[in-house]
């Protein structure tokens, strides 16, 4: 219920800066507000860009070349279908991932630098590095009036 209240957090905040895109191909690399919210796939996205990246719909950067700098602590991407998320060598993400009906697998020598909260199974093989990121265990949300919240992430199943 709290991670729903904070995926919706995002959004509306995404809404309130105009960064609702139809489709990946529309998303900017850096979006306004700080968070992109695609209601659809991910086809045609770049997968690199500085914000906070919301996929509703299947995504398929399934690959190298994802490069993502998050901004004010908000996680870095979150995947809300029931995709397989999987990075290979040479992709970079400073943020949290969240992907709460997803599965993710690391390849290679991917670099992550945050927190991560699978729905699903993660694995992967390959020397990819996990770090806990400047936020540790959590990612901040978007700011409403003049305070930030910070969301911690506290489970592991």
């Known amino acids: ?22 489709s990946g191909a529309d998303i900017p690399v850096a979006p306004p507000g700080g968070v992109a919210y695609c209601t659809g796939g991910s086809d045609g996205w770049s997968k ?5 990246f919301i996929f509703e719909g299947e995504v398929a950067f399934q690959g190298s070349g994802v490069d993502l ?15 397989e998320v999987k990075f290979n060598s040479g992709a970079v993400i400073h943020g949290a991932i969240i992907l709460p009906n997803a599965s ?10 945050g927190a991560i909260l699978v729905g699903q199974g993660m694995g992967g093989n390959g020397t990819a590095d996990l770090y806990p990121g400047d936020d540790g265990q959590g990612f901040n949300l978007p700011p409403q009036q003049t305070i930030t919240d910070n969301v911690v992430i506290t489970a592991w199943h």
Do not use: M, R, W
């Open 104 to 113: 993710f697998k690391v390849n290679g020598h991917a670099e992550i630098h």
């Open 69 to 83: 700098q998050s901004v004010n602590g908000y996680p870095a991407l979150i995947v809300l279908s029931a995709s």
């Open 48 to 52: 690199k860009g500085t914000g906070c």
């Open 1 to 22: 219920e709290a991670l729903t209240a904070a995926i919706d957090a995002f959004k509306a905040y995404a809404q309130a800066n105009d960064a609702v895109y139809a």
